[in-house]
């Protein structure tokens, strides 16, 4: 406190105001790595460090800091989107990391909130590059050339943009899952087995079905440790769409492969009764899909029991 009490003194103010201010400015990619630039430290900042005997020089322990800083900023980020930085590739994605950082410095301890914001943002630029492709003129937004920078970064990736797109979906399916409590296991009774063709089926909190072109499932936010060191390796594409669930168990985050027509079956049961889903499912199947169908049901209907992916049956609405 200074001596008259009214806060700390003036220098100590403005140390910590030019310290924050290095940390906050983002790294320069101009060289092709990201890097710190010391010419542009506040002299008084550096003159204000100390260099021990033999140890490195203000500026650049300063600069080390510096690096280190943004460099588990970025693997925060990385860590909480894997499937978009493989899809993107790690520099273009830690170029939309800096401007995401840049617009939204970290404000808390938990590193893991520096990616609240990030998939919006992303799924803006996406949007933006598809009205662009089908010839209409984006919505200008007040920060326009922030956004503009957003889709640049994507179309400069080379990524296809509905890999991008997939696996931003995964990537927060995968969050909420994590995010999400287990509501438990349902066990039906006889008589809601019996009464399940009209019933509507509630839906885990956590519980989000997504689909996938590309092999891009492996790279969960859960398996730590996987980033690679040099050039990632290529991501293929399936022959056919795949389809995953995503949901909190009693063990921690799951990650469930179905069959594409269970998939339908979820999707509408959403938002109809179960014995109106499953029609509308087999309205739109092959005789051989039909078959398969039918042979499977059971085992599926068991599969989403024991997962935790329904809760119950919702509640009837009154009849007016």
Do not use: K
């Amino acid at each position: 406190m200074s001596p008259g009490g009214g806060g700390p003194p003036r220098w100590l103010r403005e140390l910590q105001r030019d310290f924050t201010a290095v940390l906050r400015a983002p790294l320069d990619s101009g060289t092709g790595v990201f890097r710190e630039r010391q010419e542009r430290y506040p002299a008084r900042l550096v003159a204000e460090l100390r260099s021990g005997p033999g140890g490195p020089a203000p500026a650049e322990r300063l600069a080390l800091y510096h690096r280190q800083y943004w460099m588990r900023l970025f693997t925060a980020l990385q860590t909480s989107f894997p499937r978009v930085s493989r899809a993107m590739g790690y520099w273009h994605f830690n170029h939309l990391a800096a401007l995401h950082l840049a617009a939204r410095p970290p404000r808390h301890f938990d590193l893991d909130e520096v990616a609240r914001g990030f998939a919006a943002r992303l799924d803006r630029a996406l949007q933006r590059l598809d009205e662009a492709s089908r010839g209409r003129r984006p919505e200008r937004p007040a920060r326009e050339h922030e956004e503009d920078e957003w889709s640049r970064r994507v179309e400069l990736s080379r990524a296809p943009r509905d890999m991008v797109r997939q696996a931003l979906h995964m990537d927060e399916a995968e969050r909420h899952a994590f995010g999400s409590p287990f509501e438990g296991l349902w066990r039906p009774t006889p008589e809601e087995l019996t009464g399940l063709a009209e019933g509507r089926l509630r839906f885990a909190v956590s519980c989000t079905l997504t689909y996938e072109d590309w092999d891009l499932a492996r790279f969960s936010r859960l398996a730590g440790g996987d980033l690679d060191e040099g050039a990632p390796e290529a991501i293929r594409r399936h022959p056919s769409t795949r389809t995953w669930v995503f949901a909190r168990s009693a063990a921690g985050t799951t990650t469930t492969s179905v069959d594409p027509l269970f998939a339908r079956l979820l999707e509408r049961c959403r938002e109809l009764t179960f014995g109106q889903a499953l029609a509308a499912v087999e309205a739109g199947c092959t005789a051989a899909e039909a078959a398969r169908l039918r042979a499977n049901l059971q085992g599926w209907i068991a599969l989403a029991l024991s997962s935790g992916w329904w809760t119950g049956l919702a509640r009837a609405e009154p009849r007016a």
